[in-house]
């Protein structure tokens, strides 16, 4: 099913398979817009912790099993905003058995899927066995060939989910732009090459960012999807504080780890999407602050 970007599916996930009162799995730390679109269908979003020493990826049998009774759907979302973490196969085949068990729909949010560095393989949802009895996997061109604002995406698996999806659809937009519909066709069809050397660009920068933070006494092992950096706080500094201090002496903007819930506590996102000469500055400036 074709979408206006991977956010709208999110959104018409939520009004296809949430009724009021039912409870949705998120983790947390997690993408934001994913609890907002819970609360707009008067679903209750139970938060379910990514924590660094579990590689990000939430334990399913640590959820309550009187909550996963409850639950009638879960957001995911690997290669992971803020983390960075990605999947992995035995995870994604506990993920369909918990949620067969469970009877819980998954939305597997997967715009980042050609976002991974040397090392790391891209996976899809849908490659576990019995995926598509139980979720959907919604992908997005915005990522890997640099359309964001086109607005273009796709729902895929679950007949039952995507026929739900769909109907909230016909009923709230008219479908794709033509001509964007044609540009995605391009980049699927002749310019896979350029994910590649998009990455390499990524992977300069990641690089001079792991550099500078080293610097400073940040040294840490990030994981290997999406265009994010998941940043420790320097000891002695919240979140909060760490990203304040980025702002007020050295006017370099990041996001704070509790912007995504309560476990991104002591970490600041970076993003690598910013022009090379310009990152370059920015972690100058930083080196200086924090150094002298």
């Given at each position: 099913?074709?979408?206006?970007?991977?956010k709208?599916?999110?959104?018409?996930f939520?009004l296809?398979?949430?009724?009021?009162?039912?409870?949705?799995?998120m983790?947390?730390?997690g993408y934001?817009?994913?609890?907002?679109?819970?609360?707009m269908?008067?679903?209750?979003?139970?938060n379910?912790?990514?924590?660094?020493?579990?590689?990000?990826?939430?334990?399913l049998?640590d959820?309550?099993?009187?909550v996963?009774?409850?639950?009638?759907?879960?957001?995911?979302?690997?290669?992971?905003?803020?983390?960075?973490?990605?999947a992995t196969?035995?995870f994604l085949n506990?993920?369909?058995?918990?949620?067969?068990e469970?009877d819980?729909?998954v939305c597997?949010?997967?715009p980042?899927?050609?976002i991974?560095?040397?090392?790391q393989?891209r996976?899809?949802?849908?490659?576990a066995p019995?995926a598509?009895?139980v979720?959907?996997?919604?992908?997005?061109?915005?990522k890997?060939?640099?359309m964001?604002g086109?607005r273009l995406?796709m729902?895929?698996?679950n007949?039952?989910?995507?026929?739900?999806?769909?109907?909230?659809k016909?009923n709230?937009?008219s479908g794709i732009f033509?001509a964007?519909?044609y540009?995605?066709?391009?980049?699927l069809?002749n310019?896979?090459?350029?994910?590649?050397e998009?990455?390499?660009?990524?992977?300069?920068?990641?690089?001079?960012v792991?550099?500078?933070?080293?610097?400073i006494?940040?040294?840490?092992?990030?994981?290997?999807?999406?265009?994010?950096?998941?940043?420790p706080?320097p000891?002695?500094?919240t979140?909060?504080?760490?990203t304040?201090?980025?702002f007020?002496?050295?006017?370099?903007?990041v996001?704070?780890g509790?912007?995504y819930?309560?476990?991104?506590?002591?970490?600041?996102?970076?993003?690598?999407?910013?022009p090379?000469?310009r990152?370059k500055?920015?972690?100058?400036?930083i080196?200086?602050?924090?150094?002298k």
């Open positions: 099913l074709g979408l206006i970007g991977s709208e599916g999110c959104h018409h939520v296809a398979r949430v009724n009021p009162g039912d409870v949705v799995l983790t947390d730390p934001p817009a994913y609890r907002s679109s819970i609360l269908g008067e679903g209750v979003p139970y379910v912790p990514i924590l660094p020493q579990n590689h990000y990826l939430p334990v049998e959820i309550p099993k009187d996963a009774r409850k639950a009638t759907a879960m957001f995911l979302n690997y290669p992971n905003n803020p983390t960075g973490a990605c196969m035995d506990k993920l369909v058995a918990f949620a067969g469970f819980i729909a597997y949010d997967n980042y899927s050609e991974v560095f040397a090392g393989d996976l899809s949802f849908l490659m019995g598509k009895d979720g959907v996997e919604l992908n997005s061109l915005s890997p060939f640099n964001c086109w995406g729902a895929c698996g007949p039952d989910l995507i026929a739900g999806i769909s109907k909230v016909e709230t937009d033509n964007v519909q540009a995605g066709i391009q980049a069809h310019e896979a090459g350029f994910i590649e998009m990455l390499s660009i990524y992977g300069r920068r990641r690089e001079l792991l550099k500078t933070l080293k610097k006494g940040i040294d840490f092992n990030p994981p290997r999807g999406t265009f994010y950096l998941w940043v706080a000891e002695g500094l979140s909060l504080e760490f304040n201090r980025l007020d002496k050295t006017a370099v903007v996001a704070s509790t912007a819930g309560q476990y991104g506590e002591g970490f600041v996102r970076i993003s690598l999407t910013v090379d000469e990152l500055e920015a972690m100058g400036r080196e200086k602050e924090f150094t």
